[in-house]
């Protein structure tokens, strides 16, 4: 028995190749994983001993060779390939161990030279793995450390050999290896084209989940091979149960949404969209906000905050029926008042700050994907157009934080805010001023203040009804895109109400 090994990561190494060699199998290497064995203390074969040849252009060539491919690519019930073989004194491999250069680790790296990217592609690696991978009828392809345990109980158990069975999901497994690897190299050839022709995206099981929307429906998360964050990234399960599909789509919303708040903030989400959104002077004060908005919807939502929680906010969030809490950091009395709630899921948010580095924004359709930049317009009140009335700074505040909430709200989306404080909001309504109707109505039952409120329209407003209703109950300023062939008309409205209107230039559709 005999197997190749050329393994970049020595994590769990030797104590592989210490089973495989008390099992019988000779232990072929190259370059630095023989020289690393072999302190170890075993007993190994080189490769350039196997090819008789030395290894070329640094290293570079190394195991492109027909000794070592052919004892790999070789099918043993074949007379044609056994002959092939003895002609020209090659023995076959059993098994092929290979873990390939860190590409994504360097790529990672801040500053890198292209030089040293490019040295991290590895080109012997995968070519051992895809051939053992193809071979998978004889040859056991091996490229996880955390295979090493699983093949070697298998080998003890039946004399030395693996099931075909587990050397077709190793296989399988060699090549969603080498697949994902060339998405990377893809990916960085291709980081300055906004829309390459072919799009190699590669992720990684994170989990597999209790269901998906609905129990009926099965479902697991995955994270962006080669992302620098994702949303589980450098967060922490505190306590509670395992996050749900729903969680984790509700906790994506949230956080992107929380991530445009610089003061102390709370996002409240419920079913993607945000029911309370605030900002204050202290993160107590931006809970209660948010929740006073809407604590109807808020019900069973996911609360998401930007400043850790205090033993008062604790007690505060264990009086709500919460399904997920998502802080930078508790206080230890918070956590005491926050146990008696054995169903919140908290998350703690151990890089505390950070923003969305998405290169792309996927929607997945029938068949494919729709491909577009992310939503990310910041935009200040400069590049605005007051189209009338006046407007003074606490006003000016209200419109640019609406405007930023509007931009997370299914579509046609309106949101009314007052004092940093969403009031009401219309989301997914097919028509804008039923969007109006609704945000309106909801602000009503709660019993908020309408009077001097502001308005945000993710669209702008095709004729004058919408602007009427919201001024009719009292708001006194809009901000929308404008571009309507009616907003000669819808100004009209808005000015002879005694109100004031910004035109952004921007639309923030969120289907």
Known sequence: MRALISAYEKTGLTGFARGLGELGFELVASGGTATYLEDAGLRVTRVEDVTEFPELLEGRVKT???RIHAGILARPALESDRAQLAEHAIEPFDLVCVSLYPFEQVVGR??????????MIDIGGPSL???????HASVTPVCRPKDYELVLSELRVNGGETSFETRRRLAGIAFATTAAYDSAIVSWFQKEEPFPDTISL??????????GENPHQR????VLRGARSHLLSRVELVRGRPLSFNNLNDLSAARVLLSELEDPGCVIVKHANPCGVAVAATIEEAYSKALAADPVS???GVVVLNRAVSAALGEAIASQFVEVLYAPGYDEQAMEALASKTSIRILNDLERRRSSAERWDLRHVLGGLLVQDPDREEQVREEMEVTCGELDDSIWDDLLFAWRVVKHVTSNAIVLAKGLQTVGIGAGQMSRVDAVR???????????DLEGAVLASDAFFPFPDGPGVALEAGVRALIQPGGSRRDGEVIETVARAGGAMVFT???HFRH
């Open 64 to 66: 492109l060779h027909p």
């Open 110 to 119: 801040l500053e890198v030279e292209d030089e040293d990217v490019i040295e």
């Open 505 to 507: 230039h921007r639309r």
């Open 298 to 300: 808020a019900y069973g």
């Open 129 to 135: 793995l895809r051939g053992a991978a193809k071979n």
């Open 202 to 211: 590669a992720f990684d099981k994170s989990t597999e989940l209790a269901y």
């Open 219 to 222: 479902g697991a998360y995955y």
């Open 438 to 448: 609704i945000a309106v109505d909801k602000a009503r039952e709660l019993g908020h």
